[in-house]
Structure formats: structure tokens, C-alpha cells
């Protein structure tokens, strides 16, 4: 089978995996099995996920879990690893809803993306169909009757333009034809590409990744043959040929049909001839089969009476059983499989025989190391950094909200960005912007008050979100705990630091998690630090009732280089530290925060996007100098979006209630009745289709009644032709037909000839 034929025979046996389709002709079961023991190490018994750092009560992981259960998300892991390990890579698309954040995933084959020089996400398109209840086109008569449409994203930075299609879209299609397609173009709120790309088997540094089993397609197609011919030959022959000395009435029962067949290896595998036993001639007549080899329906062959009776001393009966599949076939098939799995990064179940739980551990290793590596692609890199950037987003949410709320009112952005002193009364007035801003954070925190009408997430340093999972593959027996609990205990006694050493027992917490599971009382060590403390104080008096052996008027305590006193301070700072474990506050990562453009850089590199962006058609138009707007007349102010200091554009906040914290409930008031949006339609006020969902009802503006514009001929009376005719020529039906033009109540236009005429 030539490379291009396997791959085409693999795609179909993936297919048929990931869409859970049983009709498939595949008979190996190494893409199967593979999946199925990747996504048993790698989601075990539930993955949490949980954030860092979160002093101010539990909102962040409130949000999290908020996001989590919205999306159901840890249902749809086991889908997500299939489909992440089946086709190398794939997209999280976050969008924000009127009551959380929805999470997106999409294959391969349904987006493109595009990286700017520095490796940062400049535009990403997606494709994806979904379908509608009603059948229904532009009209009665125009329009497909279909139920299914297609959707086209593009997303950047500024802007989420929406198509809408009853036909098929492609990637290299030109989205041109209005009268087919439905455009709405929506303001980004978050500023940034709200996607995470992630790969699978990445290359060395690129932007790309492959499956698990696209390099190994000749192979596995190959022991999908070998699987497939051993299947045969134990079905054609698997039944065994009868041999007797009686005749075939007295052994064989006959069928239905009456007809006798001769015993042998073909009528037991489903061939039948035209004739019976009695005039048969063998191979002069013609066969025929019933039923392919294996899938042939039982019983279609002779039939043998459990019990023969009636033999005589001289009667002979006996079967003849052929070697179906030789031992050097199943071995070879077998080795096979054991190298595929390998090379996979897995191991074979079935080659693990007579071993011990200890040993099925060991073996075990070389899977939970591979499947570790598809957990930091698909976890920390993928779903991690999308609840990053969702608490990001809430955080610049707080802020823009506070700064509303304090009345802190962004500068202005000059119009002639070349004028030297406006620009630099610009980044003086931005900068006390930042500077005020964030003393009224810091006040707000500080004090534990929160303004009313505040929504969003407090600043809290670290964004960082990680994982963990929620139990082992094999569970720990009680002696396992008891040996672990020992181990701990004697590093402990070692001197090895508490947190240090609970890490071998609680090897998924964190250490401020060890460090708030330490805030107990440790009997155990308190009194193992006062026998250490009572054990110094006497030697201690037996030093100060010892003379020196040197100086024997003096104390041997009066020796320097016997001083027991700092070993006391050490002793007291040990026993402190073991009462008084606490969490620590990490600073912001920076590499990990977006970054969001100026207004004056957006407005000095884009003078041509600006009006093009007007031209698109959207109500109102789009209006990039967000940061002018003045919260009073209908926006929102702006600010640095970044909290690390870098400056950056602000963002136009929504509705997302913050979780209440302890001691000081929020109202949770929405910023859409206190800070007004802009001119443009934000992209939470236009839900999307969820990709394969069936839509109840579509609105005019969704294509189950896709609208020609205002200008189209088919809406307009008369001949079509003359009114294409007359929008290419303006005027000219008029001269040509000046009454038709003009209307019944019209007079004719006067021309030169009339002119003519008076003179």
C-alpha cells in the first residue's frame, strides 16, 4: 500500500475514533487503545484548577470554577485529548457572555493563524458550520433550503468581524458577495486576540505540531492488514472438517432447505453448491458463498449432532482441524503491535503478564512520563493561560471601573500627533492618570472598600493559574501512606525544611497550601525543639560550673569558641517558623501579560484603518480613540491596561458580577448602566452559535433570511437589467426615457432640442 493510501485509510480510522463512529473497517486496535491510555494518565481521576496566588478571599477560584462549570469543561476534557493528541493541535477561542466567559475549541482544520515577526497572535480566522431549526432561505423563492450554515470569524485586536452563510466557506475564498453572506463587524472589548494556540509534538521552534500517529501510518495500516487476514483465516478455517465412515444422513442434520451439502472446509465457511450430496459431481458443479468469511451468519453450514449413537465397532468418525494462523503470524503480529506502542510513547497492555502491583507501577512510567508532556502543552500552556487571561481581563475591568467611579478621567489624545508640546502634556497627563489610578487601587485594597458600582477582579500580582491532578491513576494503599508518612517524619528529624519534606507526602499542593495546611499545632516538633532547647541550657550550666582546663579560675562558658548561645537563638528560630508559616506575594509575570497598544500609537500607525473601518457597514461606525472618550458623554475612560507598568491602551469593560468577599459584599452593579459603551457594538451584545448546535430561531440579521442590500435589483420593480443598467449609468434611463423616468405627474425634461425649438 502505497504512503499516500495509508494515510487516507488512517484518517478514516481516526475519524471513525474521535467521532465515536462504530462502522468503521478498521480491525486494529492500537489508535484506540493508545488514546484511551494517554487520556487515563493524563486526566486520572479530574484535573483541578486553581490560581496561584489569591489573597483576597477565594474570588479568583470562585471565577475559575464559574468558567469551568459554565463551559463543563471537565466533561469535555476526554473529547479535547482526543482530538489534541489525534490531530496535532488545536484553538481556544475565549468569548465573553452577559454572565461569564465562553471557552471555544476548535481542530485544526477549522481556523488559521497568524503570527506577527516577535511570535504574538496578529489575526485569526475560523470556520466552523452549525445548523437551524427552520429550512428556510432569503424568501419563498430565493435562498437554499437548508437547514445548515457556516460561520466565519476574524478576529484581531481591534475588531471580531462575523459572516454568516448558507454555502460552504472556505479559507481561500474572498468574502465578497453581500447577497450571500450576512456581515456584522463587532468591537473587541478585551483588546487583545482573545485565543491560545496549543500543540501537540511542537517542532523545535515553530508554530506547529503533529499528531501521534501520522508518522506511523504505514504501520499501523500494516497491522490493521495483518489483524484483518488472521480474522479470515480463523473464521474460514476455524471449523473443522468432519470425517466418517457413516453416511451423511445418519451424522449431519440437514437444512432447511433439504439440500445436502458435502462436509468440508468451504460448505463450513459459508460456500454452497447448487447441488445436493447425492448428485453432485464434484468439481464440475458451480459454488457459491453466502456470506463473507468471519461476518458469515453462525449456523449457515452443517450441522453435527452434539451425541452420535448408534456406531458400529467398525464405523470411523474423526475432524481435521487446519493450523488457522501459524505461531510465527501472531508473533510477529504481536511484536508489531509492542514496537508501534512504543514508538508512541506508550507501552502494550497485553505484553504485561505475571507481574505485582509494584512492577505494574514501574512499567507504567514510561506512560505518565509521556502523558506529562501532553499535560504541560494542553494544561499549562493552553487551558492555564486561557483563565489568565480571563482574570487579566477582569482585573483591567476593576480598574476601569474605579477610575470611573473616582472620577480619574483619561487624557485627552491630540489630534496632530506631530505637535511636540500636545504630546508631551499627553504622556504627562497619562502619566498622573496611572499614578492617581493607582493610589486609588491601592486605597481601595488597602481599606478593604470597595466602591459601589465596581465590578471586575482586584489587582492581586500573579495571574498565574495551575493544575493538578485530582487523584492517581493507582490508588495508595494504607501501608504506602504509612511508608511516605515515615519518610517525611524522618527528614523532618534531618533538618530538612517542613515544606520541603511534605512535598514527598502531598506531592500535588503547593507550598502555600503546605504552608497554610502547617498553620496547626506541631506537637510533635514543639516538643522535639524544647527537648533540643532544655538539652543546650544544661550544658550551658555544665560549662559555667566546669573550670577550663587552661585558665582554671575561669568557666569553660567563659570560652568564646564554646559559646552555646547562638544554637539557643537557632533553636527559638526553628520553633517560630514552625508556628508561624505563612503565604508569600509574587509580582505580576510580564511575560504573561498581554500587551495592549497606546491610543496615540493606534492613531500615528493606523491613519488608513481608521477609515477603512468606517467603511465596513457597522451601525455607527468604530471608533479606535476609546481613550478620549469622556466617561460623562457616553464612554469609558482609559488608562495603562497593563498592571506591570507598561503602557498600554484601556479596555471598554462589561458585566461580570465580582464574587462577594468576606466581611464586604458587593452590589454588583453593571457597568453598562454606569459607564456607557461606544459607538460600536461590543461582541458579548451578539452570542455566537456553539460549533454542531442547532439554532431555535434565527433574527433577520442571522442568514435563515439572508437580506440583499437596500439597493439590490431583485427588490426593485421593473426589469432588473434596466436597473443594473441605470446604477452603472447614472442618468441615463432619464435622458433616454424622460416620461417613464420622470412619472406620470412629471413633465418631460427639457433638452437641447426644445431649447432649439424656442430659439
Not at 106 to 125: C, I, W
Not at 306 to 329: G, K, Y
Not at 434 to 452: F, H, M, S, T, Y
Amino acid at each position: 500500500m502505497s504512503d499516500s493510501n495509508s494515510k487516507s485509510a488512517l484518517d478514516d480510522v481516526i475519524k471513525s475514533v474521535i467521532d465515536r463512529d462504530g462502522s468503521g473497517s478498521a480491525d486494529t486496535m492500537l489508535v484506540n487503545a493508545h488514546l484511551s491510555q494517554m487520556k487515563m494518565f493524563g486526566i486520572r481521576q479530574g484535573v483541578e484548577f486553581f490560581p496561584e496566588q489569591d489573597n483576597y478571599g477565594t474570588q479568583r477560584f470562585d471565577l475559575i470554577q464559574q468558567v469551568i462549570k459554565f463551559n463543563k469543561l471537565d466533561a469535555r476534557l476526554d473529547s479535547i485529548w482526543d482530538r489534541f493528541l489525534a490531530y496535532g493541535k488545536g484553538l481556544f477561542y475565549i468569548r465573553p457572555t452577559n454572565k461569564t466567559y465562553r471557552i471555544y475549541w476548535f481542530d485544526k482544520d477549522s481556523y488559521r493563524t497568524f503570527y506577527t515577526p516577535e511570535g504574538d497572535l496578529e489575526e485569526v480566522l475560523i470556520i466552523y458550520p452549525y445548523k437551524v431549526r427552520k429550512k428556510k432561505g432569503i424568501n419563498a423563492n430565493v435562498g437554499l433550503n437548508t437547514d445548515k450554515r457556516y460561520m466565519r470569524l476574524r478576529i484581531t485586536a481591534d475588531e471580531i468581524e462575523e459572516y454568516h452563510s448558507e454555502q460552504e466557506i472556505t479559507f481561500d475564498q474572498e468574502i465578497t458577495d453581500v447577497g450571500v453572506l450576512n456581515k456584522k463587524v463587532l468591537e473587541n472589548t478585551m483588546e487583545f486576540i482573545p485565543c491560545v494556540e496549543v500543540f501537540n509534538n511542537p517542532d523545535a521552534f515553530g508554530t506547529d505540531g503533529a499528531g501521534e500517529f501520522e508518522w506511523l501510518s504505514n504501520q499501523i495500516i500494516a497491522h490493521d492488514e495483518m489483524v484483518k487476514n488472521i480474522r479470515a483465516n480463523l473464521s474460514f478455517f476455524g471449523n473443522p472438517t468432519l470425517l466418517s465412515s457413516r453416511p451423511k444422513q445418519d451424522i449431519v442434520e440437514s437444512n432447511d432447505d433439504g439440500s445436502v451439502q458435502r462436509p468440508s472446509i468451504s460448505s463450513q465457511s459459508g460456500f454452497q453448491s447448487d447441488f445436493s450430496l447425492s448428485s453432485s459431481t464434484f468439481k464440475q458443479d458451480p459454488s457459491s458463498r453466502n456470506q463473507p468469511g468471519y461476518i458469515g451468519s453462525p449456523g449457515s453450514g452443517l450441522r453435527v449432532p452434539r451425541v452420535i449413537a448408534n456406531l458400529e465397532p467398525v464405523d470411523r468418525v474423526s475432524f481435521i482441524t487446519p493450523n488457522a494462523v501459524s505461531p510465527d503470524q501472531s508473533r510477529y503480529t504481536e511484536q508489531l503491535r509492542s514496537e508501534i506502542r512504543l514508538a508512541l510513547g506508550g507501552i502494550d497492555d497485553l505484553s504485561i503478564t505475571n507481574v505485582t502491583a509494584t512492577e505494574i507501577k514501574s512499567a507504567y512510567g514510561r506512560v505518565s512520563a509521556t502523558s506529562k508532556k501532553k499535560c504541560l502543552q494542553l494544561y499549562t500552556y493552553g487551558i492555564c493561560k486561557c483563565f489568565e487571561l480571563i482574570l487579566f481581563q477582569e482585573e483591567q475591568i476593576f480598574k476601569k471601573s474605579l477610575a470611573y467611579v473616582s472620577g480619574i478621567k483619561y487624557p485627552v489624545v491630540p489630534e496632530d500627533l506631530n505637535d511636540e508640546k500636545a504630546m508631551q502634556k499627553y504622556e504627562k497627563g497619562k502619566f498622573n492618570y496611572e499614578r492617581k489610578l493607582q493610589q486609588a487601587v491601592d486605597k481601595a485594597l488597602e481599606d478593604g472598600d470597595i466602591p459601589e458600582g465596581v465590578v471586575g477582579l482586584a489587582p492581586d500580582g500573579n495571574r498565574s493559574v495551575l493544575w493538578r491532578w485530582m487523584g492517581p491513576v493507582y490508588e495508595d494503599t494504607a501501608q504506602d501512606k504509612l511508608n511516605q508518612s515515615i519518610f517525611t517524619r524522618n527528614l523532618q528529624e534531618l533538618g530538612v525544611d517542613s515544606i520541603e519534606a511534605l512535598k514527598y507526602l502531598f506531592p500535588s499542593k503547593t507550598d502555600d497550601e503546605i504552608a497554610g495546611m502547617l498553620s496547626g499545632y506541631p506537637f510533635r516538633m514543639v516538643g522535639e525543639v524544647q527537648r533540643a532547647y532544655s538539652s543546650f541550657i544544661d550544658l550551658i550550666n555544665q560549662e559555667m560550673r566546669t573550670p577550663h582546663p587552661q585558665q582554671p579560675n575561669l568557666p569553660m562558658a567563659a570560652d568564646p569558641r564554646l559559646d552555646l548561645t547562638p544554637f539557643l537563638y537557632r533553636t527559638l528560630e526553628n520553633l517560630q517558623k514552625e508556628l508561624t508559616y505563612g503565604g508569600r506575594y509574587r509580582g505580576s509575570d510580564p511575560i504573561g501579560t498581554p500587551s495592549i497598544p497606546d491610543p496615540a500609537d493606534q492613531l500615528r500607525g493606523s491613519g488608513s484603518a481608521r477609515s477603512s473601518i468606517g467603511s465596513t457597514g457597522t451601525s455607527g461606525g468604530y471608533n479606535p480613540t476609546m481613550g478620549s472618550i469622556d466617561p460623562a458623554s457616553g464612554g469609558t475612560s482609559s488608562s495603562s491596561a497593563s498592571p506591570d507598568g507598561d503602557s498600554s491602551n484601556p479596555i471598554r469593560p462589561y458585566t461580570v458580577n465580582l464574587p462577594s468577599t468576606p466581611g464586604n459584599p458587593t452590589t454588583g452593579q453593571s457597568l453598562q448602566g454606569s459607564v456607557q459603551q461606544g459607538s460600536g457594538s461590543p461582541e458579548f451584545t451578539s452570542p455566537i452559535p456553539v460549533p454542531g448546535s442547532t439554532i431555535d430561531s434565527e433574527p433577520s440579521s442571522r442568514p435563515g433570511q439572508l437580506r440583499f442590500p437596500t439597493n439590490n435589483p431583485i427588490q426593485q420593480r421593473g426589469s432588473a437589467d434596466l436597473y443594473a443598467w441605470d446604477q452603472q449609468q447614472p442618468g441615463l434611463l432619464q435622458r433616454l426615457f424622460p416620461n417613464i423616468a420622470a412619472g406620470s405627474d412629471s413633465r418631460p425634461a427639457k433638452g437641447k432640442r426644445s431649447q432649439r425649438r424656442k430659439s
